[in-house]
T-cell receptor, first 110, second 115 residues
Framework: TQLLEQSPQFLSIQEGENLTVYCNSSSVFSSLQWYRQEPGEGPVLLVT?????EVKKLKRLTFQFGDARKDSSLHITAAQPGDTGLYLCAGAWGNEKLTFGTGTRLTIIP | GAVVSQHPSRVICKSGTSVKIECRSLDFQATTMFWYRQFPKQSLMLMATSNEGSKATYEQGVEKDKFLINHASLTLSTLTVTSAHPEDSSFYICSARLASLYEQYFGPGTRLTVT
């Protein structure tokens, strides 16, 4: 079973600060996705990365896929209360099922 | 685009009864749909993979006779929880995927409470 460990598990920071969330595995992925989930709702796709070393930016969010395609990071600049939520990474091998990470629960304090 | 709906959003049922949850892809055809279960404050756990026109593939530890999955069309998959018990209470989420893409698009989830 391939495992995806996310760190930190919980993070609470002040509005305006920067933060990084990590997603690590011992397995190589063909693609990795990041999702954000709010309470009582389904996850919403933020980004997909497929190439080792790839960096993608989505406004204040920067996603990076590790060179070896075993890990990924999500960096948020100038966090806002609307960024609060559960952030999940998910890895896939080929066009197969996703394995979800353990999750990072982010709270931005106004 | 890529909208997935689930119905119902919440359901309360008595122990021993069966409950059906529908998952629909509204603006695309999904050759594959997935069913997940999520416990409070935890990540998503894959229950089964559902391919249109064929039997679902269940993950280890998931009882196929208890969680019946039907994927009769390219836009609809159903999950039936049979003879539900309180321990089946959970948040059930489906997702759908286009044949040629990596991404899965998730439904809003169904909160099942078994009393």
């Amino acid at each position: 079973t391939q495992l995806l460990e996310q760190s930190p598990q919980f993070l609470s920071i002040q509005e305006g600060e920067n933060l990084t969330v990590y997603c690590n595995s011992s397995s190589v992925f063909s693609s990795l996705q990041w999702y954000r989930q709010e309470p009582g709702e389904g996850p919403v796709l933020l980004v997909t990365v497929v190439t080792g070393g790839e960096v993608k930016k989505l406004k204040r969010l920067t996603f990076q896929f590790g060179d070896a395609r075993k890990d990924s990071s999500l960096h948020i600049t100038a966090a806002q209360p609307g960024d609060t939520g559960l952030y999940l990474c998910a890895g896939a091998w080929g066009n197969e099922k996703l394995t979800f990470g353990t999750g990072t629960r982010l709270t931005i304090i106004p | 685009g890529a909208v997935v709906s689930q119905h119902p959003s919440r359901v309360i049922c008595k122990s021993g009864t069966s409950v059906k949850i529908e998952c629909r892809s509204l603006d695309f055809q999904a050759t594959t749909m997935f069913w997940y279960r999520q416990f409070p404050k935890q990540s998503l756990m894959l229950m089964a993979t559902s391919n249109e026109g064929s039997k679902a593939t269940y993950e280890q530890g998931v009882e196929k006779d208890k969680f019946l999955i039907n994927h009769a069309s390219l836009t609809l998959s159903t999950l039936t929880v049979t003879s539900a018990h309180p321990e089946d209470s959970s948040f059930y989420i489906c997702s759908a995927r286009l044949a040629s893409l990596y991404e899965q698009y998730f439904g809003p989830g169904t909160r099942l409470t078994v009393t």
